[in-house]
């Protein structure tokens, strides 16, 4: 039997009641492991209505593909794997499995709830001060109040500082985050803070050189040079690691790992360095 050609190209429908950024997360940790074959995106949000419902399906029949959903009433669940049962088409509730094992576990019935993640709890509003806080504290800002952070973060021009700044606050943590100049002193907040973690973030001389090369490519300003000297970058780099060592931060390499990789690894640093802290006080 000849074996059948893999696909350049899918469609993949993701059917919520909610917004769908839930299943736009779970399908991009999907889609990933197929690199090499290109994911069509159709979200189809708020679908809480039979009606609703007969639109999306058109929209499936029009372009058939994967269907993934998370939708509470389970008639509208039901209807939408029947439509695509009769289109040859898999139908995933990707919540089910999990609620199940949930269920079994706690020996209860879930309480099912519309974009239940998204209610106006604590939680939210913890989130809502942690970006405020990150906004207010970005590059530098108000070091005054460094020690009122979560995590802080250190390191030189381009190591994405502010982007895993705002995932971190977006997670819930208060995240300040300061560049370093070797020619400048760090704030005197910075080496006297207790309450948060500070990281350092570095990456290789020649990763940073590269996104600083096509920052400036369009300024045309000579004064830039030494902004891309290769030998200064390795100064800079070396400045960040001595300073690091003094005080006992760790230091993250970023060159090969995304913003969601190098916020996972500082997450478990901060929750180890709290159990450990509550294990001294306790």
């Given at each position: 039997m000849q074996k059948k050609a893999p696909k350049k190209s899918f469609h993949?429908?993701?059917?919520?009641?909610?917004?769908?950024?839930?299943?736009?997360?779970?399908?991009?940790?999907?889609?990933?492991?197929?690199?090499?074959?290109?994911?069509?995106?159709?979200v189809h949000p708020l679908v809480r209505t039979r009606d609703q419902l007969g639109d999306v399906v058109e929209k499936i029949h029009a372009n058939p593909g994967i269907v993934l959903y998370t939708i509470v009433n389970a008639d509208l669940g039901r209807e939408l794997e029947n439509q695509c049962k009769k289109m040859g088409l898999p139908?995933?509730?990707?919540?089910?499995?999990?609620?199940?094992?949930?269920?079994?576990?706690?020996?209860?019935?879930?309480?099912?709830?519309?974009?239940?993640?998204?209610?106006l709890d604590a939680d939210y509003f913890r989130r809502v001060d942690a970006m405020q806080f990150s906004m207010m504290h970005d590059d530098g800002q108000?070091?005054?109040?460094?020690?009122?952070?979560?995590?802080?973060?250190?390191?030189?021009?381009?190591?994405?500082?502010?982007?895993?700044?705002?995932?971190?606050?977006?997670?819930?943590?208060?995240?300040?985050?300061?560049?370093?100049?070797?020619?400048?002193?760090?704030?005197?907040?910075?080496?006297?803070?207790?309450?948060?973690?500070?990281?350092?973030?570095?990456?290789?001389?020649?990763?940073?050189?590269?996104?600083?090369?096509?920052?400036?490519?369009?300024?045309?300003?000579?004064?830039?040079?030494?902004?891309?000297?290769?030998?200064?970058?390795?100064?800079?780099?070396?400045?960040?690691r001595r300073l690091c060592q003094r005080h006992h931060w760790p230091i993250i390499d970023v060159s090969r790992r995304s913003i969601e990789e190098t916020a996972a690894d500082i997450i478990r640093r901060y929750q180890d360095r709290q159990v450990a802290r509550a294990a001294q006080e306790g």
């Open positions: 993949l429908h993701l059917v919520s009641d909610a917004s769908g950024e839930t299943l736009t997360m779970i399908a991009k940790a999907a889609t990933v492991q197929y690199s090499l074959i290109r994911a069509i995106h159709h139908c995933i509730a990707v919540l089910e499995p999990i609620l199940n094992a949930f269920g079994q576990y706690l020996g209860a019935d879930s309480t099912p709830v519309v974009a239940g993640q998204h209610v108000n070091t005054e109040t460094l020690d009122e952070a979560d995590i802080v973060l250190v390191g030189i021009s381009r190591t994405s500082k502010t982007p895993t700044s705002i995932y971190l606050a977006n997670r819930g943590y208060k995240t300040a985050n300061v560049s370093l100049v070797p020619d400048l002193p760090v704030p005197e907040t910075l080496e006297t803070a207790e309450r948060p973690l500070i990281v350092g973030l570095t990456a290789t001389a020649e990763r940073i050189a590269e996104i600083r090369h096509n920052r400036v490519m369009s300024f045309n300003d000579r004064r830039l040079q030494d902004y891309v000297d290769m030998d200064r970058i390795k100064e800079e780099i070396a400045y960040t």
